[in-house]
């Protein structure tokens, strides 16, 4: 190492004992946690390190660029590149993203350290959503385990991964509630209820972060998108949202408050206006809620370029308008758009922004970053050994068939023509998806390696008891499929329709492989119908003409319109994107090795027509046809009301019964209890859940609301009694200014498999 670069890093160590006298300290004295040690002495450090900082320097810290050049090779010569390679070697650079592998991490880490004046280490971000190299299922079909366990594993397994190869930042858990499955992004999050997609939140937050964040196989979380950028009007992905207070309060908030409680590091602001204004502007999310109320101590990045995209949504005149409103509003850190780096300075010298909010924001940054561990060794995540041992290591392929299995959802069984047999069967196993090993990895996964997947092919191959014959029927895309690229939807071929038909009339069982490719659903992927993509349809009915004993597998990343197969296939199982073991996880459900026991996290509607639709809604005024009032209700002159399946169903290859529910009403709140019995033939687990309904209240309620839900294994014929507590937190909500509060009166309770349960009880709250 040159003197010259370690100059720096001494003069940086010795300053982090300087005594706690400085200004900055003092000032902020009263902010330190006395009851934390930990937190104190790193409170103590960042103070000490501000202190000598320039207002460039703290910039710097709020600056992030995703990676620009090959920092392995030499140094680009000429155009932006080199300027914010001199901006790195200046200090000017706070994080970076993309970059991934130890070896590049460790070459633009050591630019950082070793070149700039203060040695201020990277923190290194990416976008781990379900999975680094091993993939885990898409977040939508996790939510369907309603396992918070399970969940917390596979954001620990993801964490891992990521982790040994230089990472130590991801752009998750994506918390965003919606209602819409046009919008495709709803496969990254937790569903269409904010109760389960608290749990959720918090579940995958303390995966990624685990027990210190120091630990190197740990990364900060990042909570997004703040907020309500699931609400987009039409499902149109970065359109504009436009929702009342009740529902930014007792719906899209929530998670991201879960996540908050849960000690997530960083909040990411969302594309959307909200009442007007870009989220990454908005002085009420940043400065009012979360840095207000809920007193969060982390730091908020823009999302990639929104900063800059206030000019596109006619907020901010310039680029130099949009960096003075984002830092006031509470920005702390700008992705990608250029802005805080060449214009606050600017800003601060000329009057237009306070220091004070530069320094807070710098503050943030860099106490994330020591609890990281990366002052007292920046290149902790950065051993090549520990990258080969951990990156692709088998015992996380148990990990990730056990969420992909608990993630399957049975829609429907009728005549239970699953589980197949293991002996002596004919199967025609039919569709492109049935044979892919890419698309099974699902979005958002670009440090995955294609081809990794198991397919449901492989995975039935191996129960060699049956005879298996395949076909493909139809390509879903044609062309290359890749996360940044349009996709090319078959909609014309159907030449290998009839190698699929006559492969069907000869068997005994179809299991036929339908759906979306792994890239129609994600971000930019928004879509009008929510129909099987293509000529599927096409193919569904030609060998439903042949042979009416169809097993459905669908592969998908939203839920589809399925009326018709609802309707005519006796068997549909919801297989969505499984990851890396997804075959074997479908294989293992088909041939009974694994009982089904997942819970839809959002409602199927019966067409697109009733998009948005959820299981809670609001009664309206008329929301029935009451006596002759046979035109003038609430409802669709073409369709029902109802979802074709609701959120909550699911089936299980035996059945249960609910039975004896009490409700026991108490000073604040009640006890329910239920009992449970499997009244089949092979032990299964059910998710037992409890909706609860405030019918009369001074902010009119949903219809029903999920309070609670617990899981349970039962051999045939046991029986177990389920018992709920409600207290104020499940009673009560937020009226429309954000203040919480708990109303007497009646409350409707019903406990059952799904929202649509029928057993109800009642009970008035004094």
Same mark, same amino acid.
């Given at each position: 190492?040159?003197?010259?670069?370690?100059? $720096?890093?001494?003069?940086?160590?010795?300053?982090?004992?300087?005594?706690?006298?400085?200004?900055?300290?003092?000032?902020?004295?009263?902010?330190?946690?006395?009851?934390?040690?930990?937190?104190?002495?790193?409170?103590?450090?960042?103070?000490?390190?501000?202190?000598?900082?320039?207002?460039?320097?703290?910039?710097?810290? #709020?600056?992030?660029?995703?990676?620009?050049?090959?920092?392995?090779?030499?140094?680009?010569?000429?155009?932006?590149?080199?300027?914010?390679?001199?901006?790195?070697?200046?200090?000017?650079?706070?994080?970076?993203?993309?970059?991934?592998?130890?070896?590049?991490?460790?070459?633009?880490?050591?630019?950082?350290?070793?070149?700039?004046?203060?040695?201020?280490?990277?923190?290194?971000? *990416?976008?781990?959503?379900?999975?680094?190299?091993?993939?885990?299922?898409?977040?939508?079909?996790?939510?369907?385990?309603?396992?918070?366990?399970?969940?917390?594993?596979? %954001?620990?397994?993801?964490?891992?991964?990521?982790?040994?190869?230089?990472?130590?930042?991801?752009?998750?858990?994506?918390?965003?509630?919606?209602?819409?499955?046009?919008?495709?992004?709803?496969?990254?999050?937790?569903?269409?209820?904010?109760?389960?997609?608290?749990?959720?939140?918090?579940?995958?937050?303390?995966?990624?972060?685990?027990?210190?964040?120091?630990?190197?196989?740990?990364?900060?979380?990042?909570?997004?998108?703040?907020?309500?950028?699931?609400?987009?009007?039409?499902?149109?992905?970065?359109?504009?949202?436009?929702?009342?207070?009740?529902?930014?309060?007792?719906?899209?908030?929530?998670?991201?408050?879960?996540?908050?409680?849960?000690?997530?590091?960083?909040? #990411?602001?969302? *594309?959307?206006?909200?009442?007007?204004?870009?989220?990454?502007?908005?002085?009420?999310?940043?400065?009012?809620?979360?840095?207000?109320?809920?007193? *969060?101590?982390?730091?908020?990045?823009?999302?990639?370029?929104?900063?800059?995209?206030?000019?596109?949504?006619?907020?901010?005149?310039?680029?130099?308008?949009?960096?003075?409103?984002?830092?006031?509003?509470?920005?702390?850190?700008?992705?990608?758009?250029?802005?805080?780096?060449?214009?606050?300075?600017?800003?601060?010298?000329?009057?237009?922004?306070?220091?004070?909010?530069?320094?807070?924001?710098?503050?943030?940054?860099?106490?994330?970053?020591?609890?990281?561990?990366?002052?007292?060794?920046?290149?902790?995540?950065?051993?090549?050994?520990?990258?080969?041992?951990?990156?692709?290591?088998?015992?996380?392929?148990?990990?990730?068939?056990?969420? %992909?299995?608990?993630?399957?959802?049975?829609?429907?069984?009728?005549?239970?023509?699953?589980?197949?047999?293991?002996?002596?069967?004919?199967?025609?196993?039919?569709?492109?998806?049935?044979?892919?090993?890419?698309?099974?990895?699902?979005?958002?996964?670009?440090?995955?390696?294609?081809?990794?997947?198991?397919?449901?092919?492989?995975?039935?191959?191996?129960?060699?008891?049956?005879?298996?014959?395949?076909?493909?029927?139809?390509?879903?895309?044609?062309?290359?499929?890749?996360?940044?690229?349009?996709?090319?939807?078959?909609?014309?071929?159907?030449?290998?329709?009839?190698?699929?038909?006559?492969?069907?009339?000869?068997?005994?069982?179809?299991?036929?492989?339908?759906?979306?490719?792994?890239? #129609?659903?994600?971000?930019?992927?928004?879509?009008?119908?929510?129909?099987?993509?293509?000529?599927?349809?096409?193919?569904?009915?030609?060998?439903?003409?042949?042979?009416?004993?169809?097993?459905?597998?669908?592969?998908?990343?939203?839920?589809?319109?399925?009326?018709?197969?609802?309707?005519?296939?006796?068997?549909?199982?919801?297989?969505?994107?499984?990851?890396?073991?997804?075959?074997?996880?479908?294989?293992?459900?088909?041939?009974?090795?694994?009982?089904?026991?997942?819970?839809?996290?959002?409602? *199927?509607?019966?067409?697109?027509?009733?998009?948005?639709?959820?299981?809670?809604?609001?009664?309206?005024?008329? $929301?029935?046809? %009451?006596?002759?009032?046979?035109?003038?209700?609430?409802?669709?002159?073409?369709?029902?009301?109802?979802?074709?399946? $609701?959120?909550?169903?699911?089936?299980?290859?035996?059945?249960?019964?609910?039975?004896?529910?009490?409700?026991?009403?108490?000073?604040?709140?009640?006890?329910?209890?239920?009992?449970?019995?499997?009244?089949?033939?092979?032990?299964?687990?059910?998710?037992?859940?409890?909706?609860?309904?405030?019918?009369?209240?001074?902010?009119?309620?949903?219809?029903?609301?999920?309070?609670?839900?617990?899981?349970? #294994?039962?051999?045939?014929?046991?029986?177990?009694?389920?018992?709920?507590?409600?207290?104020?937190?499940?009673?009560?909500?937020?009226?429309?200014?954000?203040?919480?509060?708990?109303?007497?009166?009646?409350?409707?309770?019903?406990?059952?498999?799904?929202?649509?349960?029928?057993?109800?009880?009642?009970?008035?709250?004094?």
């Amino acid at each position: 190492m040159k003197i010259k670069a370690i100059l $720096p890093v001494i003069f940086f160590a010795s300053v982090l004992f300087l005594t706690f006298e400085s200004f900055q300290t003092v000032q902020n004295a009263s902010k330190i946690n006395q009851t934390d040690p930990k937190k104190e002495a790193i409170a103590r450090k960042v103070d000490s390190l501000l202190a000598i900082m320039t207002l460039e320097e703290k910039i710097g810290q #709020m600056n992030q660029y995703n990676g620009f050049t090959d920092f392995t090779g030499p140094a680009p010569k000429g155009g932006d590149a080199e300027r914010k390679y001199e901006y790195l070697r200046k200090g000017y650079v706070g994080s970076m993203l993309n970059v991934r592998g130890v070896k590049n991490v460790r070459a633009v880490q050591k630019i950082a350290v070793e070149e700039s004046r203060l040695g201020i280490p990277l923190i290194i971000g *990416f976008d781990v959503i379900h999975g680094y190299k091993t993939m885990a299922p898409i977040p939508l079909a996790e939510a369907a385990s309603w396992d918070m366990e399970a969940i917390q594993r596979s %954001a620990e397994v993801a964490a891992a991964e990521a982790a040994a190869s230089g990472i130590n930042w991801t752009f998750a858990p994506m918390v965003d509630i919606s209602r819409d499955a046009r919008w495709g992004r709803v496969m990254e999050g937790a569903g269409e209820d904010p109760f389960l997609g608290s749990d959720i939140a918090a579940a995958r937050v303390r995966g990624f972060q685990g027990d210190d964040l120091s630990d190197p196989l740990t990364i900060a979380a990042c909570a997004k998108h703040w907020a309500a950028y699931g609400f987009a009007e039409g499902g149109r992905d970065y359109n504009t949202s436009d929702i009342g207070t009740s529902t930014l309060y007792n719906v899209v908030f929530p998670p991201f408050k879960a996540a908050a409680d849960a000690g997530v590091k960083t909040f #990411m602001n969302s *594309f959307n206006t909200l009442n007007g204004i870009p989220a990454t502007g908005d002085k009420f999310l940043q400065r009012e809620i979360l840095k207000g109320k809920w007193d *969060f101590e982390g730091f908020v990045i823009s999302d990639w370029g929104s900063i800059k995209e206030m000019v596109d949504h006619g907020f901010a005149k310039d680029g130099k308008e949009a960096a003075r409103l984002a830092v006031t509003a509470g920005s702390d850190m700008d992705m990608e758009s250029d802005l805080y780096v060449t214009e606050l300075a600017g800003l601060v010298k000329a009057g237009k922004v306070d220091e004070a909010m530069i320094t807070d924001a710098a503050r943030r940054i860099l106490t994330v970053k020591f609890e990281l561990g990366l002052f007292e060794d920046p290149y902790r995540y950065c051993d090549e050994a520990r990258e080969k041992e951990v990156v692709y290591n088998e015992k996380y392929q148990e990990d990730v068939l056990d969420m %992909a299995r608990k993630s399957i959802v049975l829609l429907k069984n009728k005549g239970n023509l699953l589980p197949l047999k293991k002996q002596g069967q004919k199967i025609a196993l039919i569709g492109a998806l049935a044979d892919d090993k890419s698309s099974p990895l699902g979005s958002w996964r670009i440090a995955s390696d294609d081809g990794t997947a198991v397919s449901v092919k492989e995975g039935m191959e191996k129960y060699e008891g049956n005879t298996l014959t395949y076909a493909k029927g139809a390509d879903v895309v044609t062309g290359d499929a890749t996360f940044y690229r349009e996709l090319n939807i078959n909609e014309t071929d159907t030449s290998a329709f009839a190698k699929a038909v006559s492969t069907a009339r000869d068997a005994d069982v179809v299991v036929m492989v339908l759906g979306e490719h792994g890239f #129609m659903s994600g971000e930019g992927r928004s879509r009008t119908t929510l129909n099987m993509p293509g000529v599927q349809q096409e193919l569904l009915e030609a060998v439903y003409a042949v042979n009416k004993n169809i097993v459905l597998v669908l592969n998908n990343g939203r839920p589809l319109v399925i009326d018709w197969a609802a309707e005519n296939i006796p068997t549909i199982v919801e297989g969505w994107h499984l990851g890396s073991q997804a075959g074997n996880a479908i294989a293992h459900v088909l041939y009974g090795d694994y009982n089904p026991s997942g819970k839809l996290p959002m409602s *199927f509607p019966r067409n697109v027509g009733q998009v948005p639709i959820y299981y809670n809604p609001k009664s309206t005024g008329r $929301p029935n046809n %009451a006596g002759d009032n046979l035109v003038f209700w609430s409802h669709y002159g073409d369709s029902e009301n109802t979802p074709l399946y $609701p959120f909550g169903h699911g089936l299980s290859y035996t059945t249960f019964k609910y039975s004896n529910m009490a409700v026991t009403p108490k000073a604040s709140g009640a006890t329910v209890k239920v009992t449970v019995t499997n009244t089949g033939t092979v032990e299964g687990k059910e998710i037992v859940q409890l909706y609860l309904q405030d019918p009369f209240a001074s902010v009119t309620r949903p219809t029903r609301e999920l309070k609670g839900y617990e899981a349970v #294994m039962l051999v045939p014929g046991a029986s177990k009694e389920i018992t709920f507590e409600l207290t104020g937190e499940e009673l009560g909500f937020y009226n429309n200014q954000g203040e919480w509060i708990v109303e007497s009166g009646d409350f409707n309770v019903w406990v059952g498999g799904s929202s649509d349960a029928k057993l109800m009880k009642s009970f008035e709250l004094e």
